[in-house]
């Protein structure tokens, strides 16, 4: 029943920056966490950045340094900065978000996909 939409993806050339959000509708019983992930042509999907209820993070590597994941206090919305992108960082970003159901069960949800080209 959680829906996520992403939104601020677009063409930008390499050096420049980009702001995702995602945000969620529905609720979890309880939020374990939201992330994005990312998938280029000929790729398989991999995890860019999460973050879980607590605020704590995680990275791939190839963006350390470069992108920041932030929520906001009700993990209603998700953000990820990225900032000083390269044509390898081109790919569909997809906002991915894992919780509880109930006191056992746990599932997660995807949205659509948000294109990010960089370019020159």
């Known amino acids: 029943q959680v829906q996520l939409v992403e939104s601020g993806g677009g063409l930008v050339q390499p050096g420049g920056s980009l702001r995702l959000s995602c945000a969620a509708s529905g609720s979890f019983f309880r939020i374990i966490g939201m992330g994005w992930y990312r998938q280029a042509p000929g790729k398989q999907r991999e995890l860019v950045a999460a973050?879980?209820?607590?605020?704590?993070?995680d990275y791939a590597d190839a963006v350390k340094g470069r992108f920041a994941i932030s929520k906001n206090n009700a993990m209603n919305t998700v953000y990820l900065q990225m900032n000083s992108l390269k044509p390898e960082d081109t790919a569909v970003y997809y906002c991915?978000?894992?919780?509880?159901?109930?006191?056992?069960?746990?599932?997660?949800?995807w949205g659509q996909g948000t294109q990010v080209t960089v370019s020159s």
């Open positions: 973050v879980n209820a607590g605020g704590g993070t």
């Open positions: 991915n978000a894992k919780g509880y159901i109930d006191y056992v069960r746990h599932d997660e949800y």
